[in-house]
């Protein structure tokens, strides 16, 4: 992993001191909540910035180089102390998909990130062509949906277009912070009404996710080594 890379955070089980919100004050999307003196971390939420690690007087945080992290649920992106997110196989996907599996990606308001590192999957690196899964160029192609961006209004349209020409049985990958929670711009100009009605089978969290991410939970999801 490159240094400085900032992958699955880890929380201590070190109590809080007493009345300190340091980390509270710092989170730019509130993916930090204390309870009863212990903290946990929503990474559907997190952008990754590293401020709780640097602010916290008692090191309740702690970046890894680990990137695989992801969830089959938004509650599997809660971390706390001595838990990491996991990705559950899925035995109807994987009967369906774990041997080939087509992808088409949809930019729904984001600042190109994450679309950069979905665009690293196909280069020699990460090679995920060696799995049988493949970005395709026609919604009428695809299996499986990957969201990036927190769905603006302006792109309401075009995710729907996509999930209404893409043929069942398909499914919707959410990629990074924004497309599961909004990120840094849930309280603006969004539309995520789509993402109620197709709950997402697979989050990967990130801003933006690694490669690496998406290929362990994309994996995991299919039963796929």
Known sequence: MPA???GL???TDVPCAAGCTACLDECPTEAIVIAEGRVQIDLGRCVYCGR???VCPVHAFKFTADPKQGGRSLGDLVVTAGT???VARDVDLARIFGRSLKLRQVSAGG???CELELSALANVNFDVQRYGIEWVASPRHADALVLTGPLTEHMR???RLTWEAMPDPKFVVAFGACAISGGLYREGHIDRAFLGEHIPAL???GCPPHPLTFVHGILDLLGVR
């Open 111 to 113: 600042c190109n990130a």
């Open 203 to 205: 989050y990967l969290p």
């Open 4 to 6: 400085g890379y900032r």
């Open 84 to 86: 990491r997110p996991t």
């Open 157 to 159: 349209d075009a995710v």
């Open 9 to 11: 955070p880890v929380v």
């Open 52 to 54: 709780c690690e640097e």
